[in-house]
């Protein structure tokens, strides 16, 4: 139930500031209310859940700082991951993140994007699992998860006409493709066992990525008290 519940908040089913109720859950999920609310009760500790009075569970509304403090560890985290990686991985380990690498070039090279999301989260799931350290693999995982649910990536698509002004969009398309070549380079890194190379590549990945994101904002007519999130500055 808790993960399921989750899965609908990460994926934006359920957007930030919206109200979270049981009768509605349960009817939704098919279940009673006791699982609903001992689920709320843990995705509250976790973060994703907050209790407002008058108003009951909601989605939680990261702050601006908080969204950013997401990135800032993830910044330092997965570089440490992937050294682990160069150090610790296995046959087994390397072999599936030389067969997504495989997908995933192949998928941007012919503009098929729409797998490259769930594929890439696979990769960086199996390249934590690769650093042989059951605590940080699960820091990893559980950062992927909230920062996807703080921001929403842009949809990967070929480049638009130029916007007013003449700036052109950005061609997500080639940005796809350099990603998964980051990838490929990350995974001969961690193959030769060269946790110096693999951290570097780890941390440029990390930055370059962050065009790519923006925060999500509360869904049309959520009532907040928190202004508007610019994510004007934000670096990863």
Known sequence: MCTAIRDDIVSGTFAPGSRLIEDLLARRYGVSRVPVREALRTLESEGFVTTRRHAGACVAQPSEREAADLLDIRALLEPLGAARAAQRRTEAHLKVLRGLVRLGQERARHGQLGELRALSDWFHETLAQASGTPSLAGLLVQLRRKIAWVYTVEPARRAAPPAPGGAPRPDFSSRAVESWGEHGALVDAVARGDADRARALAAAHAERSMSEYRLRR??????????????TGLRN
């Open 218 to 231: 509360p869904a049309p007519g959520v009532r907040t008290s928190k202004p508007p999130v610019n994510t």
